[in-house]
């Protein structure tokens, strides 16, 4: 049976990029579609607002404002047997990743037992993995994550699930 689940944060659990699009919209980006593909291909937010001549704490605001649960990830995660324990795996900075798990926290119960952040490592170090593996005695889990190129764990009691945005695969080349 599996006691914890290791999932991402950002694009998983909730609709960030949705969120940072409509602030940047409400603040006035006036190229939306250029907005839209850097959003999806993960350029950093404070670089579109500086382009655009926003002020990138009213945008962080007004992102908050409008971050939401991903409802079909959050059903999935509910639904893995014997997952009661959600383990954040983020390569966001602590500080950003807390006050954003607050914010859906108040939408939803999501049952997150730690918190894994950019400070603690970055998620695409397999070596990270094994620290949460050796601290919660781990036998078998599942990692769940929108995007393959970092949402993947290598360790053979891991099983990983990938729930992508449709949009990141139409905007990226990369993938």
């Not at 404070?46 to 926003?54: F, P, R, S, T, V």
């Not at 603690?120 to 949460?132: A, F, M």
């Not at 290598?154 to 729930?163: A, R, V």
């Amino acid at each position: 049976m599996y006691k914890y689940l290791l999932s991402d944060f950002h694009g998983t659990i909730v609709d960030a990029n949705s969120a940072w699009i409509k602030a940047y919209d409400i603040l006035g980006a006036k190229n939306m579609d250029d907005v839209i593909r850097r959003v999806y291909q993960k350029e950093h937010r404070k670089n579109i607002a500086d382009d655009y001549n926003l002020n990138y704490d009213e945008v962080v605001e007004i992102y908050r404002q409008n971050l939401h649960i991903r409802p079909e990830v959050v059903k999935l995660l509910h639904n893995i047997p014997g997952s009661q324990n959600i383990i954040i795996v983020s390569n966001a900075h602590k500080d950003k990743l807390y006050k954003d798990i607050k914010q859906v926290e108040k939408e939803h119960d999501l049952n997150i037992c730690d918190v894994f952040c950019k400070e603690d490592g970055s998620k695409s170090e397999q070596s990270l993995y094994s620290i949460i593996i050796a601290k919660y005695h781990i036998k078998m889990a599942y990692m769940v994550g929108n995007d393959i190129r970092e949402d993947f764990c290598l360790n053979s009691i891991i099983t990983n699930i990938f729930i992508p945005y449709k949009k990141t695969l139409l905007y990226n080349d990369k993938l």
